[in-house]
């Protein structure tokens, strides 16, 4: 079993920044993918950013590129998403995910098998 709990989420002006922290306890996240997906009200949840398990290679959606930024801290047993340059079409639940069965990250929400509880973003314009 794996626990993730998501924090750092808020209301931020659009232009500005978050850092988002996603706790993982039960297991060891250097050994996992490691993803952050979005929900905003009434669309499907999306991919946002992953790492892979070495940590050594990020992945982004589009719409994120340039202005995310995912990192870990394998002592912490924590995940960040540093998030720049804010847009009101950033507004969305962030999810913490893990996938435990791949080495390489996945952009289909379905091969992550752990998730937080999610935390709210909200960019005002």
């Known amino acids: 079993q794996m626990q993730l709990v998501e924090s750092g989420g808020g209301l931020v002006q659009a232009g500005g920044s978050l850092r988002l922290s996603c706790a993982a306890s039960?297991?060891?996240?250097?050994?996992?993918?490691m993803g952050w997906f979005r929900q905003a009200p009434g669309k499907e949840r999306e991919f946002v950013a992953a790492?892979?398990?070495?940590?050594?290679?990020?992945y982004y959606a589009n719409s994120v590129k340039g202005r995310y930024a995912i990192s870990r801290d394998n002592a912490k047993n924590t995940v960040y998403l540093q998030m720049n340059s804010l847009k009101p079409a950033d507004t969305a639940v962030y999810y913490c995910?893990?996938?435990?069965?791949?080495?390489?990250?996945?952009?289909?929400?379905?091969?992550?098998?752990?998730w937080g509880q999610g935390t709210q973003v909200t960019v005002s314009s």
């Open positions: 995910a893990t996938d435990t069965t791949r080495w390489a990250p996945s952009y289909d929400q379905y091969s992550y098998d752990y």
């Open positions: 039960g297991r060891t996240i250097s050994n996992y993918v």
């Open positions: 790492l892979s398990w070495s940590g050594n290679t990020p």
